[in-house]
């Protein structure tokens, strides 16, 4: 089946620092990207949508100048934490959606630590 | 507003025995109802799906019943193997849109 990748598989940085997640999908070409988090014990929850050239679009409580979110490409949305802090760690899943089929295909997801 | 709840895990099992993971939903409309398993190190994937009441999905000897009734779209399974083991997510999604709503994952254990 189709794969989308996500990298880092998982990354540890210093609070205030900024990071940046890919989101690939590697043999298909992806219109809509969306972006997911989860906290321990939670719900997977979106936090946005891209589509590939146009700004994303932002579920409510999401701050989007927090989380920036790029879809430069019909293969690569990237999400930047900025300015990241302890609250904000957490794992990060990526889906993407295929031109003309419909299904989702989910990346393996990306786990964040803010120290 | 809508959401699931699933069963708190982990499930721990022998191989060979029967498998059922509980989701029920809240719902204002008529959602389709899916099941996502993900493997380690992989994404999730979708595991069946059942679009409208008294549906059954069924994949790879698992199967879920949307059951309007009682809000529910158990997981079941009549004899887990190890290869099973994963993490089980139930989801919601109303047709014409993107948003899947999903539970908090429950994680299968199984034991040779």
């Known amino acids: 089946g189709a794969v989308v990748s996500q990298h880092p598989s998982w990354v540890i940085c210093k609070s205030g620092t900024s990071v940046k997640i890919e989101c690939r999908s590697l043999?298909?070409?992806?219109?809509?990207m969306f972006w997911y988090r989860q906290f321990p014990k939670q719900s997977l929850m979106l936090m946005a949508t891209?589509?590939?050239?146009?700004?994303?679009?932002?579920e409510q409580g999401v701050e989007k100048d927090k989380f920036l979110i790029n879809h430069a490409s019909l293969t690569l949305s990237t999400l930047t934490v900025t300015s990241a802090h302890p609250e904000d760690s957490s794992f990060y899943i990526c889906?993407?959606?295929?031109?003309?089929?419909?299904?989702?295909?989910f990346g393996e997801g990306s786990r964040l630590t803010v120290l | 507003g809508d959401s699931v709840t699933q069963m708190e895990g982990p499930v721990t099992l022998s191989e060979e025995a029967f498998l059922t993971i509980n989701c029920t939903y809240t719902?204002?409309?008529?959602?389709?109802l899916f099941w996502y398993v993900q493997y380690p190190g992989e994404g999730l994937q979708l595991l069946l799906k059942?679009?409208?009441?008294?549906d059954k999905g069924s994949n790879k000897g698992f199967e879920a019943t949307y059951r309007k009734e009682t809000t529910s779209f158990h997981l079941e399974k009549g004899s887990v193997q190890v290869s099973d083991s994963a993490v089980y997510f139930c989801?919601?999604?109303?047709?014409?849109?993107?948003?899947?709503?999903f539970g908090t994952g429950t994680r299968l254990q199984v034991f040779p």
């Open positions: 719902a204002t409309g008529y959602p389709s």
């Open positions: 059942a679009t409208k009441a008294d």
């Open positions: 989801a919601l999604k109303y047709k014409n849109t993107d948003k899947l709503i």
């Open positions: 891209s589509n590939e050239g146009s700004k994303a679009t932002y």
């Open positions: 043999d298909f070409q992806a219109t809509t």
């Open positions: 889906s993407a959606r295929s031109r003309g089929i419909g299904e989702l295909f």
